[in-house]
Antibody, heavy 120, light 110 residues
C-alpha cells in the first residue's frame, strides 16, 4: 500500500536551517508530482511547495520563496524540503503529499506529518 | 492568507444533511478544478473529492460536491459521528502559480 513517511522535524532556533525528508513506497514515485503542505498551530492547511516528476519544475508559496527549496531523489524514492532562515511563523506540522498524474492538481496520498518548531 | 473562503463551522444531528460552501475567484475555482479534503487533527489529511465532483474509491456516496462559476460546495448527507472533522476546499491558482486551500470548516455532529 502507499506510504509516505516524513522525518527530520524538531526544534530549531530562528534563523537556522532544517531539512525534511519524505520516504515514499507502494507506488511509482518517479511518475508522481510531490508536494509539501503545512499546518501551523490553530490554523488551516497551507500549501508550501511542489515539484514535478523529473524535478525540473518547482513552485513555492510566497511565504517561503527564497528560503525553502524542494527537491527529490527518484533513485531513493525520497522527497526533501530544505528550510533555511527559519522564522517563528514557520512553526507547523509539515505533510508531504503525492499527486497521481501530471496536471491532476490534487493530492491523493498524504503522510502523517512531522512537527517543526522554530523557537529560541 | 487563504484566497478561498469557507464558513468556519457547520453542524448537524446524525442523519441530517450539511452543506459547506467555498468561494473563490476567476484565477482559481473559476478556471480550475476543485478538490475537497477531510482532516481530523493529528492524522493525515484525506482526499474526499477530486476534479469537482469525483469520489476516490472508499469514500462513501454520502459525500458529494459541485462547482458553479467561482464557487463550490460540499454536501454531507446522512451525517454520521465519524464525519466530525475539518473540511478544506482547494484548487490551483493560475495567478499565484500555486495551490490554494480554503479557510477550512469545522463540522460538528451534535
Amino acid at each position: 500500500q502507499v506510504q509516505l513517511v516524513e522525518s527530520g522535524g524538531g526544534v530549531v532556533q530562528p534563523g537556522k536551517s532544517l531539512r525534511l525528508s519524505c520516504a515514499a513506497s507502494g507506488f511509482t514515485f518517479s511518475s508522481c508530482g510531490m508536494h509539501w503542505v503545512r499546518q501551523a498551530p490553530g490554523q488551516g492547511l497551507e500549501w508550501v511547495a511542489s515539484i514535478w516528476q523529473d524535478g525540473n519544475n518547482k513552485y513555492y508559496a510566497d511565504s517561503v520563496k527564497g528560503r525553502f527549496t524542494i527537491s527529490r531523489d527518484n533513485s531513493k524514492n525520497t522527497l526533501y524540503l530544505q528550510m533555511n532562515s527559519l522564522r517563528a511563523d514557520d512553526t507547523a506540522i509539515y505533510y508531504c503529499a503525492s499527486e497521481p498524474t501530471l496536471g491532476s492538481k490534487y493530492f491523493d496520498y498524504w503522510g502523517q506529518g512531522t512537527l517543526v518548531t522554530v523557537s529560541s | 492568507q487563504s484566497v478561498l473562503t469557507q464558513p468556519p463551522s457547520a453542524s448537524g444531528t446524525p442523519g441530517q444533511r450539511v452543506t459547506i460552501s467555498c468561494s473563490g475567484s476567476s484565477s482559481n475555482i473559476g478556471s480550475e478544478t476543485v478538490n475537497w479534503y477531510q482532516h481530523i487533527p493529528g492524522t493525515a489529511p484525506k482526499l474526499l473529492i477530486y476534479t469537482n465532483d469525483q469520489r476516490p474509491s472508499g469514500v462513501p456516496d454520502r459525500f458529494s460536491a459541485s462547482k458553479s462559476g467561482t464557487s463550490a460546495s460540499l454536501a454531507i448527507s446522512g451525517l454520521q459521528s465519524e464525519d466530525e472533522a475539518d473540511y478544506y476546499c482547494a484548487a490551483w491558482d493560475g495567478r499565484l502559480d500555486g495551490y490554494v486551500f480554503g479557510t477550512g470548516t469545522k463540522v460538528t455532529v451534535l
